[in-house]
């Protein structure tokens, strides 16, 4: 471990901080910490994700798999640890809590067509695949207890179910939803519904949450023969991929190691051995597919071990120990 900190420790800024914080346990407020804060805050690719954020939400939602749209890229500012006492972080923040929707959901900018039950015209409006995530990101970037915040995971978490969180959307969405039956769980939005609610300590051991937890698990046993909503855990789902951006190996095991009843189920560790046993002979970690839009980046590329990457493997195996 060791050399695996120290590697990590001399690699970049981002993945250096959330060492110094989540392996090695530094608080925040100690200088080695601070320094590199400073310099990941001002290290060219976090600067253009901050002045592209700056324009929110930038774009249509058309896909919410497109790797490279600002909803995805938010959250991985607020994963890198920024607040919003940094002046473009507040600014983004503000940007995005204008659009806060009658039920309490924060809103994305979405076209759904007249053939999938919407008008064709643009609209701000939420689904279950988007709203738990500005709600994350907004939790981390360091306003978990502002009353709006609140009211949204409040919304979100009261649609849950006991077989985990469907697909719904709000009313401007029309009669949309996604390809599966009304009954079935979305497995992505209750992957992304535990992640949000991970970040709110009078939710994390809910109900809703341990029935969530259970379905995400479930849905591994069962993976050879159900596939809700088209989602498959099958060779594609298995690559180590990063950011988390989707539905996968990483993104899964990341979310499911913050509740600590999960770790030691055994449904938990076989999906673990999967992930482990594609770590190289030093305990590194090689991204086996990568999103384009984040080609930049140390995880954007399919040769080497990803420093980020190999944080992330770090990180859950922290948990389980």
Not at 109 to 136: F, H, N, Q, R
Not at 142 to 160: I, T
Not at 186 to 192: E, K, M, S, T, V
């Amino acid at each position: 471990m060791d050399s695996i900190n120290d590697w990590l420790l001399s690699s970049n800024p981002w993945t250096a901080y959330r060492t110094r914080l989540d392996l090695l346990g530094e608080p925040e407020s100690a200088p080695e910490g601070q320094q590199t804060r400073a310099e990941m805050l001002a290290h060219p690719l976090v600067q253009a994700l901050l002045e592209e954020l700056r324009a929110w939400p930038g774009g249509i939602l058309n896909s919410h798999k497109s790797a490279g749209h600002a909803l995805h890229k938010l959250v991985f500012i607020a994963d890198l640890g920024l607040r919003v006492d940094v002046t473009a972080i507040a600014e983004i923040t503000t940007r995005v809590m204008e659009h806060q929707s009658p039920q309490g959901p924060f809103q994305m900018l979405g076209k759904i067509s007249p053939a999938y039950g919407g008008t064709g015209e643009e609209v701000w409006g939420w689904a279950l695949c988007d709203a738990p995530s500005l709600v994350y990101a907004l939790a981390k970037l360091g306003l978990r207890d502002d009353p709006r915040v609140r009211a949204a995971a409040a919304y979100l978490a009261g649609l849950g179910r006991e077989n985990g969180w469907p697909c719904a959307v709000s009313p401007e969405m029309g009669t949309w939803r996604g390809p599966g039956r009304k009954e079935d769980p979305c497995p992505y939005a209750n992957l992304i519904m535990l992640k949000t609610l991970a970040q709110f300590a009078d939710w994390r051991d809910s109900a809703a949450v341990h029935d969530g937890v259970n379905t995400a698990l479930a849905l591994w046993e069962a993976r050879r023969n159900a596939h809700p909503y088209i989602f498959y855990m099958g060779n594609d789902f298995c690559k180590l991929k990063a950011p988390l951006v989707w539905y996968d190996l990483v993104h899964v095991l990341d979310v499911l190691t913050q509740f600590a009843w999960t770790r030691d189920d055994p449904r938990l560790r076989t999906m673990l051995d999967v992930a482990l046993a594609k770590a190289d002979a030093d305990g590194k970690f090689t991204p086996e597919s990568v999103w384009q839009a984040w080609k930049a980046w140390d995880f954007g590329q399919k040769k080497v071990p990803s420093p980020w990457l190999t944080l992330l493997m770090q990180r859950i195996l922290k948990r389980i120990q």
